[in-house]
């Protein structure tokens, strides 16, 4: 911690020097050579401190991307190319979707007379640029690819105008005009196949172009052709290709479309991304794999969960308090819940179910850290999870929960969230015999019903009666037994303030409020 906030001092400073984002390579230097050198030894030397840290820490992964980007630029400036190369280089290490670093790459490249490579570079950080909107960014790369192919091919036989089309249906994916981007790839690919198989730049035009015809297709319902696209490009593309965890997961969804099993891809596509260090794709496509696998009753579905929560638990320690974690917590939780329903559904796998779902108590104590959507999000997985235990039997483990729930509720202020809490409590009491705790909670709800929204306040009050008759059906109510001393002007007044709320929208709604406290009126 004390490493990464002096990195982050150094990072702060060099920034003050320069601007903070990646200045535009189109633009002149702002700043003089001095002091451009200056900034560069700052991040230079916060690249050394953070250096013997893993980088799957986010913070720590944050700021070093952010100094070997910005060291990349500068060395541009410099004109030291090859150090520029390789600080975009480990700047694309640690973010594999940064156009900025691709950019800075390819003209690196260039300028070390490797065109095959600048172009390659090029075209990926056009795609992550059109990806993110950043329309200046691809606007400039196109540039620097006209400026490669002055003649007729280049120097890797690449047709002149085939990275125009290959860009113009990506274009046109991007703004999700599929049947639009069909024409120009397929144009594309037909330009290309005469002089395929190649490496080079050929190669990564030829992937990029498959690629984005087989989205084009899914796009437009033709699953098939779309198929035979994604095939063919993840058969040329490379493995170390950074299209391919994406492809397939598209290949994936293309396959269910079809009506086929598309559990095998999407655990390709987990490996993938995992082997990248992008592990939340990872954890969420391992789910995919295994929401496909539990469908088609295939026992290895349970493995394929227990590796996405694995993941999601790494995520999660890897991350320091706060909204990130708090996050974090909430997708492991519901990816231990899906493993433990699937678990479940075999005779002997309650007691597996039960330790999937038992680690969830210990992320309750962080669960009142983080903004209030967050909060909300957590709560409302922790009412699901504490549903779920009680289907399993763990009565006296899921109460801690709904009380949990019932804080989280608390804090945001949330009617919706404290009633589901105080429902189940409600319900767990009467199971277990326990009336007077019934009733204790039902009077609860009576009070924080007057909160609810008007659109949700009848189904509020009608719950409330349903619970009423359940608690009854073994011991009648009666004034004398009322649960709360003291309490009977407060809970009254409640509700006959809802009960004349409801009068007016009709009697119908005024007859079953006076069922559910008769004791009270």
Not at 235 to 241: F, G, I, L, Q
Request: negative net charge.
């Amino acid at each position: 911690e004390e490493a990464l906030e002096r990195a982050q001092g150094i990072q702060t400073t060099a920034n003050s020097m320069f601007g903070d984002q990646p200045q535009s390579l189109k633009d002149p230097p702002s700043v003089s050579p001095d002091v451009a050198a200056k900034a560069h030894a700052l991040y230079m030397d916060a690249i050394e401190i953070l250096a013997r840290f893993e980088k799957k820490s986010g913070a720590v992964r944050q700021c070093k991307h952010a100094c070997l980007m910005n060291a990349a630029f500068l060395a541009i400036r410099r004109e030291d190319w090859a150090q520029a190369h390789k600080l975009a280089t480990l700047s694309l290490d640690l973010e594999p979707a940064d156009g900025h670093s691709f950019h800075f790459r390819g003209v690196a490249a260039a300028k070390l007379g490797r065109p095959g490579a600048a172009l390659a570079d090029f075209a990926d950080g056009m795609r992550c640029a059109q990806d993110k909107g950043d329309l200046d960014l691809a606007a400039q790369i196109k540039e620097r690819i006209g400026a490669l192919q002055p003649d007729g091919e280049t120097s890797d036989g690449l047709p002149l105008g085939v990275v125009d089309l290959v860009t113009t249906g990506q274009q046109n994916l991007r703004i999700k005009q599929y049947a639009a981007a069909v024409g120009p790839l397929s144009k594309a690919r037909k330009m290309l196949e005469p002089i395929m198989p190649k490496e080079g730049m050929c190669l990564a035009v030829w992937v990029r172009c498959l690629e984005g015809l087989s989205e084009a297709y899914a796009g437009s319902g033709k699953f098939s052709e779309s198929k035979e696209a994604g095939e063919a490009a993840l058969d040329a593309a490379e493995p170390s290709n950074v299209i391919v965890p994406a492809l397939l997961l598209s290949l994936g969804h293309v396959q269910a479309a079809l009506g086929e099993d598309p559990a095998g891809r999407w655990k390709e596509a987990a490996l993938a991304f995992k082997q990248r260090n992008q592990l939340r794709p990872a954890a969420e496509t391992f789910l995919k794999a295994c929401a496909a696998e539990a469908d088609r009753k295939k026992p290895e579905a349970v493995d394929t969960g227990r590796e996405a929560v694995a993941l999601m638990t790494r995520i999660r320690t890897s991350l320091s308090t706060g909204a990130d974690r708090l996050e974090a917590a909430v997708n492991e939780i519901e990816s231990r819940m899906i493993v433990a329903k699937m678990l479940r559904k075999d005779p002997d796998g309650r007691e597996p179910a039960w330790e999937m779902l038992e680690p969830c108590l210990v992320l309750f104590d962080e669960s009142l850290s983080g903004p209030d959507d967050m909060v909300t999000a957590f709560g409302e997985s922790v009412y699901a999870w504490a549903q779920e235990a009680g289907q399993i039997g763990e009565i006296l483990k899921t109460m801690p929960a709904l009380e949990m729930v019932l804080r989280c509720g608390r804090k945001v202020k949330s009617p919706r969230i404290q009633l589901n809490a105080l429902m189940g409590k409600c319900l767990l009491h009467n199971r277990e015999g326990n009336k007077e705790k019934a009733w204790e909670t039902l009077g609860q709800m009576t009070l924080i019903a007057e909160d609810v929204l008007p659109d949700q306040k009848p189904g509020t009050l009608e719950a409330i009666a349903n619970l009423r008759r359940e608690i009854d059906k073994d011991q009648p109510r009666t004034k004398s037994t009322f649960p709360m001393p003291g309490a009977e002007t407060e809970l009254g007044g409640a509700v006959r303030r809802i009960a004349a709320d409801e009068l007016k929208a009709g009697p119908g709604r005024f007859q079953s409020i006076m069922s559910i406290h008769p004791g009270v009126w």
